[in-house]
Each structure stands twice: as C-alpha cells, then as structure tokens.
C-alpha cells in the first residue's frame, strides 16, 4: 500500500488538510488508496468505487471514525455518532420520521425562508456583489430549526443572536481540535481557554433545546389531557403562530408512548439534526449557485425549465409537484455535489481486519472515504473537472458504479435526510432563479478550497444579481428535455460539450 505523511497537515492546519490529501491522491492515482498518519492514528484513504463499496457496503464496518468522538460533548450517542445495537435502534425509530409524506409538509417551512432569503438580495440586485454563503447558511439554519424543533429562531433578521453565535463556535472549535492532536484528551482540552468557551457555547446550546422540549412536551399533555386545542390551531410562544408538525413532535410521541426515548435522548437527536441539516445542505446550495452563476447555458435551460413551470409568477409557492418537473435543476444540485461535495471525507473505525482492493487493513485503522476525489475518477467521470449537469440525466447514469457518487454516503449509515436536503436544496435555487439572473465573480481557478465541518472557498462565493425580466412564457411547455446520445457515443459527447461548461477547469485551486 502506497504511503504518506500526514505531519504536513498539522503546519496550517484546516488550511492544508484538503490540499496535502489531494496532493497524496494524484501521487497514488494508479491504485486510488493511500496511507498517512493523523497524530498518532494510522488513516486509509480510499477514493476508487469498487474500494469504497467494501467500506461503505458492509454491515459490520458501521462505527464512525475516531474524530465524531470529539462531537460527543455536544451530540452525546444520537443517530449520527452511536454504534452497534444502539444505532441500529435509533436507525429503525427515525427513519419513519423522513417518509415523504411527512416531509411534505415542511416543503412550506422551505418556501417561506427561502422568499425570506431572496427579498434579503434584492437591495444588491443589480448593484454590488454579495457573498452569498452567509445569507444561505441563516437560511439553512432558520428552517432546519423549524423544522427539527418547530420554533424561528429568525436568524436570516439577526445572524448575532447568542444562540447562533454558540453554534457556530462550537462548529469552529470541533474543527481546530481535530487537528491539533495534543487537544484531544477530553479533560485536557477542557482545561485549555478554547475547551472553556468551548463549555459555554455548549451549555446555552443545550439549554435551549432543552427549554423547547420541555415546553413542547408540556403541549402534547395538554392535548392529551384536552386542555389544549389541537396543535396546529394554537400559537406557540416562540414563533408566534400557527405551530407546525417538527421531528421532535415525533420524538416526543416516541417518548409518551412507551417511553422508548428520554427526553436527553431526544436532546441528542435534535442537536444532531441541527448540526446535520445545517451548514452541508448551505454549502449544497452555495457550490450549485456559484456554479451555475458561471455556466450561462447551464442557468438558461434551468431558468426555462422554471418558466415552463411557472410563467412569470415569481411568489407562487413551490409544490412537491413542481420539484418532481424540476428535472435539469435537480441535475445541476447533483453535478455541484460532485465537484464539492458538503462532506470531503466519510469516516469509518475498523473493528476487525478487512480486505480492500488486495489489501488487508487492519483493525483500529481509521478509514477515509475521500469523496472529493471519488468523484474526479475520469473513468467513470469524463473530463471530471467541467461542469456538465447532462451526466446526472437518468440515460447518462445508466451502468454507472452505485458507489462512485456517494455526496451523501453510502450503505446502511447513509444520510437518513438526504431525501429532505435535495428538496431544501431544489425549493432554495428554483426561487432565487426565478427572481434572478446570477453571475459568479471568482473563477474556479481564484477559489481556494478549505476542508472545515464542509468544503468551503477561503474568500466566500461572490455573485452578482440581477433581476430577470418576465419570461413571456405561460407555463405549459412540459417537453423541455435536455439530453446527450447514450452508449458508445455518449462520452465522446461530454468530453466535446464539456467545452461550452468551461474552457479551463485545472485544479489550480489545489
């Protein structure tokens, strides 16, 4: 198995991290698996399908890797950080929680905030460029708050609210101390000023929640018992109106009828769901505005995708039926998520030896899955570096590796909320592209990527708006298509289109 060293990482830290793994992938590019040391921890690196498979396939290779250790002061054992019986149980109760029908109801949380979102640009329509990653992830934050806890916390109006401002530190702080090795020991870092702050961040994070479960459950009694009228037609003290169905109401039911979860149980959940759904689905949709902003075509057939749709009506809400015809943008979140994937590493624990591609990992190897070069293979991913959303139409998928294209992991521990962050992601796009015409500013070769909690550009993603003019379109052209040969013919046609995606699309950023 080929080696590197992993000391070069500690020198700048996050800055480094994605830079010195992707520079270890093209030394290793033949065989796409490597080895490197974390600290004192030996890490396997795989990005070739076939290697992934084995790893994310398995039923006995489920525990996450060493680092989600470190999120245990703040998300305890919940869904994204148990193992064993214990996530096998929490796997079969939640997984109910994100059946369609149920997350068609909060397609009208996702409305409402992005509306929100896009009344927020238009003061800088058509003037100065505007970074949108901050105005995206308070966008995020507002509905996954509503929609994992049923309350608005209205940070799209107030981005400095302490709760906010703890949830992104505590965010920063996981981050420094997965590279700084010496930080790991829990009693030590507590010790330090950074595992301070560190603590008070934590504690008005958790009193919150709990505060909202508490007061929540007070409600269902009062229903139970008829003393309060049904939940919908009641206000809710922290939002002030009508209060909608959130997961923790199905928590909640799960704790009153059998008492299956207590109620920090549920603490966990809902702080998972809010580190979860928060800034990976922001950054989502941040790399799909950012690319398509530099694509004209690209931004065109989207834009008459919408029209055919929509007309010139750019305040009706989006219906689960509208993101069913939203074929092509749906492509285009796709193709964003396989050139910046939310998430650059998946990791996994190994409790025992496995063979991978020949080679025998040991057991208490970490596992890396590298999915930002996963989805750079050139055999499966012609001229990977161009933006070409035509790969995801379900023609040009056909016979491609399941595991090749993992944005939201793999297996049987794959995202159990993926379903729900698409449509966020569609509902999101579709209604700022309704409104505007979008430009990106910075090239791909001027972006410097970071590897934090997600893949981040160094210096934001600036794009300039500008608000379209109507569409004369009257809504009813359903046989919009967008469709390149398949079989044979068919790579030869992405490596020629690619051309109209992007003249020059070199790593440089690397």
Same mark, same amino acid.
């Given at each position: 198995?080929?080696?590197?060293?992993?000391h070069?990482?500690r020198?700048?830290?996050?800055?480094?991290l994605?830079?010195?793994?992707c520079?270890?992938?093209e030394?290793?590019?033949?065989?796409?698996?490597?080895?490197?040391?974390l600290?004192f921890?030996?890490?396997?690196?795989?990005?070739?399908?076939e290697?992934?498979?084995?790893?994310?396939?398995?039923?006995?290779?489920?525990?996450?890797?060493?680092d989600y250790?470190?999120?245990?002061?703040?998300?305890?054992?919940?869904l994204?950080?148990s193992?064993?019986?214990?996530?096998?149980?929490?796997?079969?109760?939640?997984?109910p929680?994100?059946?369609f029908?149920?997350?068609e109801?909060?397609?009208p949380?996702?409305?409402?905030q992005?509306q929100i979102?896009?009344?927020?640009?238009?003061?800088?329509?058509?003037?100065?460029?505007?970074?949108?990653?901050?105005?995206?992830?308070?966008?995020?934050?507002?509905?996954?708050?509503?929609?994992?806890m049923?309350?608005?916390v209205g940070?799209?109006?107030d981005?400095n609210?302490?709760y906010v401002?703890?949830?992104?530190?505590v965010?920063?702080?996981?981050?420094?101390?997965?590279?700084?090795?010496?930080?790991?020991?829990?009693k030590?870092?507590?010790m330090? *000023?950074? %595992?301070?702050?560190?603590?008070?961040n #934590?504690?008005? =994070? $958790?009193?919150f929640?709990? @505060?909202? &479960? +508490?007061?929540?459950?007070?409600?269902l009694?009062?229903?139970?018992?008829?003393?309060?009228?049904?939940?919908?037609?009641?206000?809710?003290?922290?939002?002030?109106?009508?209060?909608?169905?959130?997961?923790?109401d199905?928590?909640?039911g799960h704790?009153?009828?059998?008492?299956?979860?207590?109620?920090?149980?549920?603490?966990?959940?809902?702080d998972?769901?809010?580190?979860?759904?928060?800034?990976?689905t *922001?950054? %989502?949709?941040?790399?799909?505005?950012? #690319?398509?902003? =530099? $694509?004209?075509?690209?931004? @065109?057939? &989207? +834009?008459?995708e919408?029209?055919?749709?929509?007309?010139d009506?750019?305040?009706r809400h989006?219906?689960?039926?509208?993101?069913?015809?939203?074929?092509?943008?749906?492509?285009?979140?796709?193709?964003?998520?396989r050139?910046?994937?939310s998430?650059?590493?998946?990791?996994?624990?190994?409790?025992?030896?496995?063979?991978v591609?020949?080679?025998?990992?040991?057991?208490g190897?970490?596992?890396?899955?590298f999915?930002?070069?996963?989805?750079r293979?050139?055999?499966i991913?012609?001229?990977?570096?161009?933006?070409?959303?035509?790969?995801?139409?379900?023609?040009?998928?056909?016979?491609?590796?399941?595991f090749?294209?993992?944005?939201?992991?793999a297996?049987?521990?794959?995202?159990?909320?993926?379903?729900?962050?698409?449509m966020?992601?569609k509902?999101?796009?579709?209604?700022?592209?309704?409104?505007?015409?979008?430009?990106?500013?910075?090239?791909?070769?001027?972006?410097?990527?970071?590897?934090?909690l997600?893949?981040?550009s160094?210096?934001g993603?600036?794009?300039?708006?500008?608000e379209?003019?109507p569409?004369h379109?009257v809504?009813?052209?359903?046989?919009?298509?967008?469709?390149?040969?398949?079989?044979?013919?068919?790579?030869?046609?992405l490596?020629?289109?690619?051309?109209?995606?992007?003249?020059?699309?070199?790593?440089?950023?690397?």
């Open positions: 198995m080929n080696e590197g060293s992993g070069r990482c020198s700048n830290g996050e800055k480094m994605l830079q010195t793994m520079g270890l992938a030394i290793y590019d033949s065989e796409r698996i490597f080895r490197f040391w600290g921890r030996p890490v396997v690196a795989f990005f070739k399908a290697s992934v498979e084995v790893i994310l396939s398995s039923n006995t290779v489920i525990d996450k890797s060493f250790t470190l999120l245990h002061p703040w998300l305890g054992t919940g994204l950080t193992w064993g019986g214990k996530w096998r149980l929490r796997r079969k109760m939640l997984t929680a994100f059946h029908r149920i997350l109801d909060f397609v949380i996702f409305n409402e992005a979102f896009a009344s927020l640009l238009q003061p800088h329509a058509d003037k100065r460029t505007v970074d949108i990653v901050p105005y995206i992830t308070m966008c995020t934050l507002d509905i996954i708050c509503e929609t994992a049923g309350v608005k940070a799209q109006q981005s609210s302490r401002r703890a949830l992104y530190e965010g920063e702080t996981f981050m420094a101390r997965i590279m700084r090795p010496w930080l790991w020991p829990t030590l870092f507590f330090s *000023a950074r %595992g301070r702050r560190f603590q008070e #934590l504690s008005h =994070l $958790h009193n929640t709990r @505060k909202v &479960i +508490q007061d929540r459950k007070a409600e009694l009062k229903e139970k018992n008829g003393e309060l009228e049904i939940t919908q037609n009641q206000p809710d003290q922290h939002m002030g109106v009508k209060r909608r169905k959130a997961f923790l199905l928590l909640l704790h009153l009828q059998n008492n299956a979860l207590s109620l920090e149980d549920i603490r966990e959940e809902v998972t769901f809010m580190f979860e759904g928060h800034d990976t *922001a950054m %989502g949709i941040a790399w799909s505005m950012y #690319l398509i902003g =530099l $694509h004209e075509d690209a931004q @065109k057939k &989207i +834009q008459e919408l029209d055919s749709i929509f007309g009506d750019r305040e989006i219906t689960t039926d509208d993101l069913k015809r939203m074929k092509y943008l749906e492509c285009a979140i796709k193709e964003a998520q050139l910046f994937p998430v650059p590493f998946i990791g996994r624990e190994l409790m025992e030896d496995v063979v591609n020949g080679y025998t990992v040991p057991r190897t970490t596992c890396f899955v999915t930002y070069m996963l989805h293979d050139k055999q991913f012609p001229n990977p570096e161009a933006f070409i959303p035509e790969r995801f139409l379900p023609e040009n998928s056909i016979g491609r590796h399941p090749s294209y993992v944005p939201f992991s297996g049987p521990r794959n995202c159990i909320g993926q379903k729900f962050a698409l966020e992601e509902v999101v796009c579709a209604t700022l592209l309704r409104r505007y015409q979008i430009q990106s500013v910075h090239h791909r070769d001027k972006i410097h990527l970071l590897a934090e997600v893949i981040r160094k210096q993603l600036r794009v300039r708006f500008r379209r003019p569409s379109n809504g009813h052209n359903n046989s919009l298509r967008w469709s390149c040969p398949a079989g044979p013919a068919r790579q030869h046609w490596s020629e289109n690619s051309r109209l995606f992007d003249d020059d699309m070199r790593l440089h950023s690397i």
